[in-house]
């Protein structure tokens, strides 16, 4: 055993004897990782040195182990196994690999570089947070494929992964690779070369040619050799790379070795994410010339040059001619990775990353209960066995009632908490409960309905993975006949108009309902004066508060249905029909220009979006129509005569108006809005009377009560507004404009 893992096991010793603080109890962290070791590169490099460093127990678990080449995994992992992958397919793989975990007691998997199939099969077979460090962008896009909304977490390697990964709203933490700057440290010699493995994308053709250019000029040397071109590389390149001189190392265990020995480090890539060779030669003082390829401009900075491959050889003469300032160059590469490349901040980094992702977060479960004896005993049972282990089940008891007292208690289970009060109906006994909800996420439970058990692992895994969304609810089934025969009952996504229209007399919905613990103290309780409908009030009160709503199509919540309960009653339906009232928007019927201009269908789509989750309904505008009678209009600007008697009608029927015109490049994304017209010499403009012009304002007014103006930024001025247009058909352009083209 080598020094460093006899340090590492010493260091684990120590901590499991030392005294814990008297807050929590000792709990073994032990992280299991898994590589395809068909493969060793970069990737999994960093795999073995994080895991040798970081004070967790750490096992590997091979998969596709196809590969003859020796490697020290027994330095850093406390025990190797290998995937039976004979006559496997992605599932099997996965049902293997949860074995492990459970046999392990793993608290974490880190599963690098495997295929969106087989990640995905992970990720749901697995109780246990999964890790994935994304050293891509095209490897992230490859994996988002067939992985979406599975709830894994992600480590990018770079700001620039790391930005490309939430784009769609996906969480990842940003761990910067490193090296050991205690073996990478440089030496000087006039070599030139490159590290990798022979796969597609590290352009050794490219390498060759430059060698066969240059081949009196400078020796190349290829660290590394081994993957699965290999073969094919001696076949078709090897009586070229022979001829130009090139030598090609093979896999070795200590690239240091060959690395000092270089003058130059040449990365002739086409695809890279953050790659590691980069900052090991730099470590050795080498400077590097580098295609721009993944992160490279910003690891390199002054200690080298960032270019295209086409000028590589010009740039490698350049740097040896002058011998001094290739020298200043190799000293800046050192500077700056001691700055930035010491693997003990990666692994401080991938340490604090595991911890946020062993960290389960806590659910708090409310359910009110009164006179269901019958049913309550299955309904906390459902609870009881979800995967998902962090929960707390409030009970509150709507009236004293001993025999449901009985049955909870016989559950001996410390998570369960029951509380009572007088009888005084669902939503004061749902305000009550509330008001002890103290955790992470809180949900519901009712005491007659039944949980899917995979509910809550679901729920948590989505809203950890997509923190932009406050609030979701899910799909399930509906029973008649006590669970004999079960139906299923989906909802749309969420919008004011979808809810009114299919949740009528009824809520599906609020019984599914997951939500960030911050939003209980925010929206306080249910309203008694609409005790029947008191859930659907809930939520549209969070809808107005902001909150961002999501539908999770998994049949995750199972619905008891009583034919003569409550919720078919005219008093549920009187409720319901409060709620719509209070929470429907003023404006119904909006008129949206639908000009056949090829654009204006594209430009639309966000405004008609906005406008109907709020529950309008959208007329398109038929310019011969007679009829006045709504509630407000979009006009878009720039446009022909055929619309101006119609304007003029609306204007005189006191319609609330909005011109507006959509930016193109580069404000592609943004929405203009003018009470006088985008462009005060627009068409339209000269229309409208003087006397009309409070009108077009109101449509100002009209158009600041949709959340579209809180999403897309307003660029008005009260003198002038600058509008970019980019559509060659444009009037603005083909009328006014002094340029053929804009």
Known sequence: ?????????????????SPPPKSWAPRKQVALFIINRSMIGGAERLSFEVAKRIPWE??????????????????????????????????????????RVAEIGASIVVATGQ??????????????????????????????????????????????VQQHIGVDGTRADCVPNGCDLRVFKPNSLPIVGTLGRIILGKNMEGFIKLAEEMKDEASFVWIGGAGPWAEEYWKVLAPRALEAGVIVTG??????????????????????????????????????????????QELVKDAGTVLSFRDFAWEIRRLLRDREALSQMGKRAREIAEECFDIDKTANGYMAAFEKAAKQPSVDLIMTA???????????????NQTYPLWRLIILLDGPDAGMRRIIEGFHDTRIEIHEQEHQGYARATTAALRLVNADYYTWMDADDLSDPDRLRRCVSFMESHPAIDLIYTG?????????????????????????ENHRGSCPIGASKFIRGEWAERLGGFDPSVELAADGDYLCRAHKAGARIHFLDLPLYRIRNHP??????????????????????????????????????????????????DGHEIVPINWEQEN????????????????????????????????????????????????????????????LPANNWQHVRQGRVFAEKYRLLKECPEIVDDGYVLLILQVECDSQIVLYSDFERM
């Open 1 to 17: 055993m080598s020094k460093r893992a006899r340090e590492k096991r010493r260091l684990r010793k120590e901590a499991a004897t």
């Open 58 to 99: 750490c096992h590997l678990l091979v998969i596709l182990d196809q590969s003859t080449m020796a490697f020290p995994w027994e330095e850093a992992f406390e025990s190797i196994a290998h995937a039976n992958t004979t006559r496997q397919n992605s599932a099997s793989i996965a049902r293997d690999i949860a074995a």
């Open 115 to 160: 295929g969106p199939a087989l990640f995905k099969h992970i990720v749901e077979n697995c109780p246990v947070p999964v890790v994935d460090v994304v050293h891509s962008i095209p490897s992230w896009d490859r994996l988002k494929e067939g992985c979406h909304d599975v709830g894994a977490r992600f480590i990018a390697v770079s700001t620039a």
């Open 251 to 296: 896999y070795t265990q200590h690239p240091e070795h060959w690395l000092s020995m270089l003058d130059l480090f040449i990365l002739p890539s086409e695809e890279e994410g953050s790659p590691l060779c980069v900052m090991e030669a730099m470590a050795c003082g080498v400077p590097v010339v580098s295609t721009p390829v993944g992160n490279v």
């Open 370 to 384: 009164y006179k269901a004896e019958t049913t309550i005993h299955s309904a906390i049972q459902s609870i009881i």
């Open 476 to 500: 399930g089934t509906v029973s008649d006949d006590d669970f004999a025969t079960e139906r299923p009952w989906n909802s749309p996504q969420w919008s004011l108009k979808n809810y009114f």
């Open 564 to 613: 003569q309960g409550m919720s078919k009653t005219q008093k549920a339906f009187d409720d319901f029909a409060e709620v719509e009232h209070r929470h429907s928007h003023p404006y119904k019927r909006i008129l949206l220009d639908c000009d056949e201009f090829p654009s204006i269908a594209a430009w639309n789509s966000p405004i008609k979006a906005a406008l109907e989750e």
């Open 628 to 687: 006045t009678a709504y509630d407000g209009a979009f006009i878009w600007n720039g446009t022909s005569e055929l619309k101006s008697p119609f304007v003029q009608r609306l204007c005189s029927a006191g319609v609330p108006l909005l011109f507006s015109e959509h930016g193109w490049f580069p404000q592609k994304d943004t929405f203009y809005f003018d009470p006088l017209g985008v462009n005060y010499a627009s068409t339209i403009t000269k229309w």
